[in-house]
């Protein structure tokens, strides 16, 4: 996604059977929420302290994605506010609690922060001051994939039961993540922008992964990294 302005392009709501998965737990997912009387969208910062609330920076488009998230909620739930995801190629996919998703627009540009707690800007495709291993103090948010003990890179479809690799196995990045995770598998978060994190130990016989903490990793190369899916099926993944 290039540029700095957020743009939302809504679509003709349709079923998305593409690559979907997401961690448990409030902080890997964005949220829509009523806040003062307004929904606005919310992403987490988990800290030791607990969760710190960051909300996306106002704009017309802001609010136009706000209602096609809720406009599903409304039909499938019966009330507005709820969790979706962005990928990585920009597209807003909303989860039903009939176990649909929902592929509602595309994102361009970026989309903003402000950290309710310090009140600092935050650019969740900013990694101009990150080095890998440094820590992840943004939103701990994306879609989950995996590198598999024999290094190998892919995404595991729980409805196909099967495991899907990417358009090429990125050597730099795997060794990446391996100077951080040097031995077995490894599940990674990529972030709207590309951007990819995982956990790792604290301390050097830090066992309890509940105890890990977010690092930043690097960025995939798309052009080595899994095909945008355009529709309800499959296009080359």
């Not at 995996?146 to 690799?165: H, P, T, V």
């Not at 990045?173 to 100077?179: A, D, E, F």
């Amino acid at each position: 996604m290039q540029g700095n302005s957020f743009r939302f392009h809504a679509i003709s709501t349709r079923e998305w059977k593409g690559r979907y998965k997401r961690i448990q737990g409030s902080s890997p997912a964005f949220h829509v929420v009523s806040r003062a009387g307004q929904h606005v969208i919310l992403a987490y910062i988990q800290t030791s302290e607990g969760q710190v609330s960051c909300q996306a920076l106002p704009c017309p488009d802001v609010k136009a994605m706000i209602e096609a998230i809720n406009d599903v909620k409304w039909r499938y739930h019966g009330q507005p506010s709820g969790s979706f995801l962005i990928n990585e190629f920009g597209q807003v996919l909303v989860p039903t609690s009939e176990k649909i998703r929902l592929y509602v627009g595309q994102c361009t540009g970026i989309l903003r922060f402000l950290n309710l707690d310090t009140k600092r800007i935050l650019d969740l495709a900013d990694s101009s001051q990150l080095e890998t291993g440094d820590a992840w103090d943004l939103p701990y948010v994306g879609m989950p994939y995996n590198l598999s003990r024999q290094n190998q890179l892919y995404f595991w479809d729980a409805g196909e039961n099967c495991k899907l690799l990417p358009q090429a196995q990125d050597k730099d990045l795997i060794r990446k993540i391996r100077s951080i995770r040097r031995h077995g598998g490894v599940r990674i978060l990529v972030n709207p922008y590309g951007l990819v994190a995982t956990k790792a130990p604290v301390g050097e016989f830090d066992f309890d992964e509940d105890n890990w903490e977010p690092v930043y990793i690097g960025r995939i190369d798309y052009a080595k990294w899994f095909a945008k899916e355009e529709t309800t099926w499959r296009t080359g993944s």
